[in-house]
């Protein structure tokens, strides 16, 4: 899911876990698809810190 | 067949699931459970079960799986002699397993159903779609469930398992019996033979002409620990997914098709902004979410002041915890851009639904492809729709004209 809302910074590895795509911080322009994933993960497994 | 049923007096000691008018429209009746002082609510009815309302009731009941076990996962109780016979060590792998093989049940299905491998389907359920929409199109009128949502899902999981779709009638038959008329026993007893009998047979001809690319051939080889997983495994897993994969989504299709039917601003959001289709098919699947998963619990234990005894069934009831107003704002209304959304439609943990990437694809998809064609629809009588309910919520009969 957060692949879908926010597919420049999740992606998914063959057992469709999620990965981070970007190293360092979230460029501004991805922050709020960001954030979004953040709140929509169902297992809470994002962890954003500013 | 016909049974005299008992009012339901008072929903908080004796709800009904299977009465009419809750399988129509289950949440005014979980609304109002929510917000009494017992929002855990029981029943005798159908052997007992709990009913538990609250958002973060549900949730907490998914994740603590060693006291909420999987050993029973259906809204109401095995049919007689359900776990005994040739068959009685099939089962439903993972649903149906608990830590610690559900570790390994859970690992070999999951790579089928990452992104990358359900984005295969995207075309050919799209084609699927298109097909299904050309035979309607001139007729100005169809039923939304029964000539489109329902044969949907049944293809594509055929086509991920690898067995013929010229057999889709009796799968659409099977997974009827199994799970929508879930109170006829024989009727689960004649599905659960017919679907465990394919399977064998599909087995054995793998094993005399091994297939390349298929998915079973690859579960029949799969080793774990040095062994190759036992047959009951491969059944099981064949059965689940055939079940699993057909009901539930072809519900959240009809139900979601229910509603565009009724809403022409939405269909007019989405045309102009077609970025929002993720966010508005998670907001739809919360709204609509059509599964309910039982747990049978491992000990006695008082949770949230409820005293449940070992054995006892509780129902995770996802549709009424994503109508929570504790999680959700407006929670009965659909606000396609709804920005938080942690919806557990497709539940929550270790067992949180494993095809939840390849439902959305399909959701998307059935809704992109009919409302490119068909922009302009709307129900033909609300009140001549017909609804399954139990296990699974979502529109039997749905007419809709254009």
Redesign the interface.
Known sequence: ?C???APEVFG?????NATVLISGDIPAELQAKTR?AE??????AIVITD | MTEVRKPVEDLLTDYDIFEPEFVKDPYPSFSEIRESQCPIARTERYDGSWLPTRYEDVVAIAQEYETFTSRGILVVPPFPGQGEGAYGGVTAPPITSDPPDHHWHR?LI??V?????VAKFEQGTRDLCNKLIDEVIDKGTADAAADYAQHIPVRVIATLLGVPLEMESDFTAWVRAALENILDAEGRKWARKNIIEFFLAQVADRKLNPREDDFITELMNTEVEGKVVPIEYVLGVCNLMLVAGVDTTWSAIGSCMWHMAQHPEHRKQLRDNPDLW??AI?ELLRMYAPVTMARIVDHDIEFQGCPMKAGDRVLMAFPAANRDPRQFENPDEVILDR??????A????IH?C?G??LA?LEVRVALQTWLERIPEFELVDKTDVTWAGGQVHGPRKCLVSF
Do not use: K, W, Y
């Open positions: 899911m692949a879908i809302a998914s590895d063959e057992m469709g979004r709140s929509n993960c169902p297992e809470r | 690992r999951l790579p159903f990452s992104p990358q491998s993720p966010t998670e920005e938080h959304n942690r919806h557990v497709f539940g929550s943990g949180r494993a939840s990437n959305r």
